[in-house]
């Protein structure tokens, strides 16, 4: 059966073995994969790490290989941040030479996350304002409804969550 077997051969790196400083002092791509994984939480971020990747791949002497490798990987990592940064992503083939239309992309993709996250912050704003007004029991559901800029259905469901 040890013929049938699997010989693999593998290099170990651990990325939590080294601080950010330590990362960005390496210069290399294998560093700049790190630095795309740390900042995908972060849109103004992340389109600074891609910046930074497809610099250290220009500047690799394999960079034709490592350019195909690491833009599909990439597309893979990027997919999981939804659909915006997946479309954002369809047209790029290769990091080096699609570097401004992909930041463009990622730059448009921000700026919708943003525009996202506000839209939220005022939801959440209105939704505690309407919780406040119900406690103070002062305005019937039209008027908070009205007040806070939430469908009257919310309210009213905001209403019944509320202790009596």
């Known amino acids: 059966m040890r ?17 950010e400083e330590e990362l960005a002092q390496r210069d290399t791509p294998l560093s700049g994969i790190f630095e795309v994984e740390k900042a995908s939480k972060d849109a103004d971020a992340l389109q600074e790490a891609v910046q930074h ?16 490798v690491i ?4 597309k893979r990592h990027l997919k999981r941040l939804g659909a915006e940064a997946e479309k954002a992503l369809e047209q790029v083939n290769s990091l080096v030479e699609d570097n401004a239309m992909l930041a463009e992309n990622l730059q448009t993709w921000a700026e919708k996350e943003r525009q996202k996250g506000e839209q939220r912050g ?26 806070t800029g939430l469908p009257l ?12």
Do not use: C, M
Not at 71 to 74: F, G, M, P, Q, V
Not at 124 to 136: C, D, F, K, P, V
Not at 157 to 164: E, G, K
């Open 3 to 19: 013929v049938y077997q699997p010989h693999l051969r593998y290099y170990l790196v651990n990325e939590s073995a080294f601080s």
């Open 153 to 164: 259905d919310e309210v009213k469901a905001l209403r019944s969550d509320q202790p009596h």
């Open 71 to 74: 833009t599909r990987w990439l």
């Open 53 to 68: 990747l497809a610099a250290r791949i220009r500047a690799h002497p394999e960079k034709a290989r490592l350019d195909e």
């Open 122 to 147: 005022r939801q959440e704003n209105a939704r505690e304002t309407a919780i406040n007004l119900l406690a103070l029991g002062l305005l019937d559901d039209d008027q908070i409804a009205q007040t």
